[in-house]
Each structure stands twice: as structure tokens, then as C-alpha cells.
């Protein structure tokens, strides 16, 4: 169960990034999605410290991880988001170069095994540092943040034209 629940927030936290991505970045705006990223970021830390009610030694403990993680997961999904954007493009454009596809979908499943590890790392910092019940309230409060986060940015993207993606 553990599990699923653990694959169910990257899976909600790979798609938060890549959304966060298109919706700052759509007309290639790298500034916006980084502003963007580390708002929401900023905003997941605080409200996670308040939910959990964490004591300040775990809040000591626990911020730089998590700041350092998130910064560090904001590169990756940048790296993957550009590797995804140029094979989106190979995939357009027949006859597509073999080689080149094999390196992309190399570094993309690099990319995804590395952001996987570094929610393993905070997941096993938090299990030593948090208590059964501060657990719990972790795992519902990130499932409920990201779907709050994707409502609204879904929302936000209402307002907006679609992103324009190939195929």
C-alpha cells in the first residue's frame, strides 16, 4: 500500500513539474517557470510545516532537505522537459535519426530515475524524523496540495490560450 502511495505522488509531483512547466513556459519564458516552480515550492514547504505541525528540530531538519530536493528536482524536470520538447520534434519530423531518439529516451528515463531517487531520499529522511501520525497527515496533505495545485493551474490555463505541443 505504501507503495502505490509513494508511485501515486510521483507520479501527481512529475506531472505538477511538467504542468507548472507548459503553463509558465509555453511561449518559452525560462524565468516565469523558474519563478514559478519555486513559488509553488515555497508555498508546498510552508504549508507542509504547518499541517504536519512539525516541532522546530524536525522543521530544522527537514526545510534544507526539502529546499535542496526541490531544487535539484527543478533542474531535472527542466532537463526532461527540453529532452521531451526535442523528442516531440525528432517524432515530427520523418524520417526520425535512431541515434538520436535512443539518447533522448536515455536521458529522459535518466532524468525520471533520478527525480524517483530523490523523492526515495525525502521519504526515507521523513520516515526517521516523523511520527506515525505526522506520516499520515504527510501523505494526505501531498496527494490533496498537488490536486489543489493542478485545479488551479488548470483553471489559470482556462484563462490563457492551449499550449501549442507536436505530436
Known amino acids: 500500500m505504501k507503495?502505490?502511495?509513494l508511485i501515486g505522488i510521483f507520479i501527481l509531483g512529475f506531472s505538477l513539474g511538467t504542468l507548472a512547466a507548459a503553463q509558465a513556459g509555453g511561449q518559452g519564458e525560462p524565468q516565469a517557470q523558474t519563478r514559478l516552480r519555486e513559488r509553488i515550492g515555497d508555498l508546498?514547504?510552508?504549508r507542509l510545516t504547518r499541517a504536519l505541525e512539525l516541532t522546530e528540530e524536525q522543521t530544522a531538519k527537514i526545510y534544507p532537505l526539502l529546499v535542496r530536493t526541490e531544487k535539484d528536482k527543478a533542474g531535472l524536470q527542466r532537463r526532461l522537459?527540453?529532452?521531451m520538447r526535442e523528442l516531440r520534434a525528432q517524432l515530427a519530423d520523418p524520417p526520425a535519426k535512431e541515434g538520436r531518439l535512443l539518447e533522448l529516451v536515455a536521458g529522459i528515463r535518466t532524468s525520471r530515475q533520478a527525480i524517483r531517487e530523490l523523492d526515495?531520499?525525502?521519504?526515507?529522511?521523513?520516515?526517521?524524523?516523523?511520527?506515525?501520525?505526522?506520516?499520515?497527515r504527510y501523505l494526505v496533505f501531498t496527494v490533496e496540495f498537488l490536486r489543489s495545485v493542478g485545479e488551479n493551474l488548470d483553471r489559470a490555463r482556462g484563462l490563457r490560450a492551449p499550449v501549442k505541443r507536436n505530436p
Do not use: C, W
Not at 120 to 136: G, I
Open 120 to 136: 526515495d531520499e525525502v521519504e526515507a529522511v521523513l520516515d526517521s524524523l516523523l511520527t506515525p501520525l505526522q506520516r499520515a
Open 44 to 46: 508546498y514547504i510552508l
Open 81 to 83: 522537459g527540453l529532452d
Open 3 to 5: 507503495k502505490h502511495a
